[in-house]
């Protein structure tokens, strides 16, 4: 017989008596809580690196360029003298001499350069025909004069005879036809009266006349002063004009330039016009005389602004008080306005400002971190390079002496084109 292999015997494993535990409930979150939960960190990980990079990268960035740029500390200095200026000399009061009537110069007082005082006979222009007018008239009062006593005369003549026959008329001896030829005499030699007299008021008025225009024929100086130029000469004809006495004259217009005094008159720019007052003193110096300082003082400022090239300046006139002999009218000059010095004044370089938005006055301020920013501030007295700021900054802050670099946006600055 075949003989099965024997198989092993399986020993058997005990049974536990304990019920087999169930497979516990799910208590954590679902899946598509878990998919939310992982997106909200990845935005949050997105805001985080987007809230870095301006935080960081950005001042980081800015801190970097502004390692290149020039900057500057701001610091305290004494300022003194605040407003240099270019001044052109002028007279003070200047005229052109002119005749009151075209005509030509008979006689010529006076030469250029020459000082004169006022009320001197300056000229004398021709008067023939003025004086030729002048005896016509005289003439004519004179026989105007004697019709009005022969006027006169008759009157009284026949006031007397019409007096006289009144009394005949009332007893009847004469006619009235005659007493009315006698009163109409006596009414004509009135009327001659008056007519005579009218003619020599007539010729009184053409002597006034005649007088006053021979008067202008002479040309005197209404104030002492110098002859800074002349225009003519005897002979010359000299048609003057409503102007004349005001512009630059002509042979054909003025015979001389007549002025007095010496003053500057420089155009100060808007900016600097608060440090300008009357009184203050002034240094004058010219290229004529380099090694001269004239002085001065501010006589006035004018109320009104002159523009120039789109610019507005205001005019302002210095007195003269030394350098009288030296200077001459027209000549150019350098002016430079003393002003009482501010010390201890807060001052960055004229350079550091720049302009915000709404055109404001400012600087770009390094930032402690290395960012730049746009600060406001209110400036003072100019100083040569140097500018006092009186608001908006403290001593030992930086700013940038250069323009920031393209590529930094910093809020309230107005990049220059």
Sequence with gaps: MTSRAEVPAVAKMPVDPSPTPRTPRRTGPAPWTKVLIAVLLASTGVLGWITYDRSVWQPEQARQA??????VAVTTADLGASTEASGVVTAVRKVNLSPNMASRIERLFIREGERIE?????????SDELRAKL???????KAAGAQLEAARANTQVAIGRRTRHEPLLKS??????????????ERQAKINVD?????LDEARYQIQQSEAALRNTKVFAPFAGIITRQFAQEGQFVTPTTSASEQDGATSTS???LSSGLEVVAKIPEASLTEIVPGQKVEVTT???PKDVFQGRVKMVSPRAVTENEVNSFPVAVEIETGLRKLKPAMNVQVRFLAEPILGALVVPLAALTTGENNTKGVLRLQPGGGIEFVPVTVGRVSGEQVQVIQGLQQ????LLSAPPADVQIPGYVRQK
């Design 172 to 185: 009847g001896a004469i006619s009235l036809e005659l007493m009315e030829e006698l009163r109409n005499a």
């Design 287 to 289: 290229d004529a005389f």
């Design 118 to 126: 006022a009320g001197q006979l300056v000229a004398e222009m021709e």
């Design 135 to 141: 005896n016509q008239a005289l003439s004519q009062q």
């Design 255 to 257: 015979i001389a330039e």
């Design 66 to 71: 502004a390692s290149n740029l020039q900057t």
């Design 396 to 399: 030992g802050e930086r700013v």
């Design 195 to 199: 007519g005579a007299a009218a003619k």
